[in-house]
Structure formats: C-alpha cells, structure tokens
C-alpha cells in the first residue's frame, strides 16, 4: 500500500525522531508532524521513483548536454545550428525513442554538473571513462568513440611508427598525459609549451616535427584547411580510452536502454558509417568494437 493512502494514525509512526510525552501532545503538534512526516515521505517517493526514461517519453523530448566548440564532434555552424558526429548520435537516440530533441551546451567543466541538477537527461561530450567522471555520474558501456596520443606532423617527417620519432624534436602542452606517455616509450626531446595555440605556433615554425596532443584535438585541428596540406596524422593512437554517455547516477534503466541501443548500433556498424560521413580517420576501437559484437559482447 503506498504511504501516502495509509490513516493518519499508522503514518505518524513513520516519524524519525518523533516521541510523545507521557501527558501527550496537542492536536495541532500532532498534526503538524504528521504533515511534515507525509511531505518528506512523498518527497522521498518521487525522488527515488522518478525515471528518466519514463520522463522523457512522457514530455516527449530528450534533452542533451553536448559541447559546443570540438569540431568535428560538436560545435556551432552558423544558421544550422549545433552540428557533429555526436549531435548526431543524440539525434539518432531521440528518433529511436520518437521525441523530440533539446541540445543543451555544456563545456569540459560543467558535464556532469547538469546532470545532477537536472538539467540535461544524457550528456554526450567526449566524455572520457576515468574515476573523476564514473564518481560523478553513470557512464554507459559500451563506448561510442575513444581517444588517446597521437600525433601531428610535418609531411616530410616520414613516420611510419611512433619508433621513428626516437630522437627526434616533438612538441607538447606542458603537465599533458599524452606528453608523458610517449615519454615512457620512446627516447624523445620535449618542446613544452604552455597551452595548445602555443604548440601550433611551434609546430608551423618548424621548431618541432610533430606535435604530441589527445587525437581527438589533433582531429579537430587537422580538419582546418591551413593543417590540411603540410600536415599529416600516421601514427596509431596509443592508449585509447573509450568516451561515454553519461546519465544521472542511479538511472540504470534507462542507462540500460542507451547500452542496448550502442550494442545493436556497433554490431550493425552504424557509428563506423557515421565515422566516415564526418571525415574522421579511421578509429580502431570503433573496427574492433563492431568486429567483436557481430560474433559476442568483448569488454566495452
């Protein structure tokens, strides 16, 4: 029987921390706590009740946090709006549920925040799986896309493998973890710069060979007709790690559906196509993804 049916009589015992005196209370003490005792036990209820799922096929819109400034991924283009290879996949999710969609932008700062306050019911922006983010909210397996190091290069650097740039001039952001590890593999000199526009600047005069960076920004720079040209990406990513879509914590049924659908949409190669028509290079965790669903489920 749901609480809020039961007599006023039975609901008073669920008060934490409420006694009564041995000569009684008034009628309008008891009254009061057994409001306050009713509100909170309703407040309680929705709370823990509420479902995302259920949310968003009852309003009939899915919201989405996405950032606004990774090109090709997400970022504004003039009058079409929000635009990317994750736009799309938000857009694919809202017509699998048949509602409508609310992009909502966020920044690299405030991701999972929305999603504890409730302004967003999936968040879909390069979000990388590691601790920080898993304490923050629920990260749904499998992935959709993943990043690691890569590099940057001049065209006549002739690299066929990251053991050609052993003792070689490579640029990187000062503190980055892309930085340290090629570090831990090769035998290479370190230009450190303070952020990335500082590291283009070096790379386009000549005073490194290649730039050390997360691919997914050496993606986004690439793109650009002024890297198009003299400048190459060769080398596999080393370490990549999968970016998740992220839902409020406890929302498992309806991080239940979104898995569901990443699974039926690696193994039927969806996201390899959606892959090529933003002109991304070829990613082998996406290969590998769609090779090992078509025969079992790997470890996302």
């Known amino acids: 029987m749901p609480l809020w049916t039961l007599p006023p009589e039975n609901i008073s015992w669920f008060y934490w921390g409420h006694t009564h005196s041995r000569h009684g209370s008034s009628v309008d003490d008891r009254l009061r706590h057994r409001l306050i005792t009713l509100l909170t036990l309703l407040i309680l209820a929705t709370t823990v009740g509420a479902d995302t799922l259920d949310a968003v096929l009852e309003r009939q819109r899915l919201v989405v946090g996405v950032r606004t400034d990774h090109p090709p991924f997400a970022y504004y283009k003039g009058t079409d709006g929000i635009v990317g290879f994750e736009v799309d996949i938000a857009r694919a999710l809202a017509e699998g549920l048949g509602v409508a969609l609310e992009l909502r932008p966020v920044t690299s ?56 740039l052993e003792g070689r001039i ?14 831990e593999y090769l035998a290479v000199n370190i230009l450190a710069l303070v952020n990335t526009p500082a590291a283009l600047g070096a790379l386009k005069r000549r005073l490194c060979t290649a730039l050390i960076h997360d691919s997914s920004v050496l993606i986004s720079e690439h793109l650009r007709p002024e890297w198009r040209v003299d400048f190459f990406m060769p080398l596999p990513t080393l370490g990549a790690e999968p970016w998740r879509l992220a839902v409020a914590e406890g929302e498992t049924r309806w991080a239940a559906w979104l ?28 290969d590998n993804m769609h090779r090992a669903y078509g025969h079992a489920d790997p470890h996302p």
């Open 109 to 164: 700062l405030n991701r999972p925040a929305l999603l504890g306050r409730g302004e967003a019911d999936l968040v879909i922006a390069t979000l990388v799986d590691r601790p920080r983010h898993r304490a923050q909210a629920l990260l749904v397996k499998p992935g959709y896309y993943a990043s690691g190091t890569s590099v940057l290069a001049w065209r006549g650097a002739h690299l066929e493998r990251w053991a050609d």
């Open 259 to 286: 898995a569901r659908t990443l699974v039926q949409w690696h193994r039927e190669g969806r996201l390899l196509t959606l892959e090529a028509a933003w002109h991304l290079p070829p990613s082998s965790y996406l």
């Open 170 to 183: 490579l640029c990187g952001i000062q503190g980055s973890p892309d930085t340290r590890r090629v570090r």
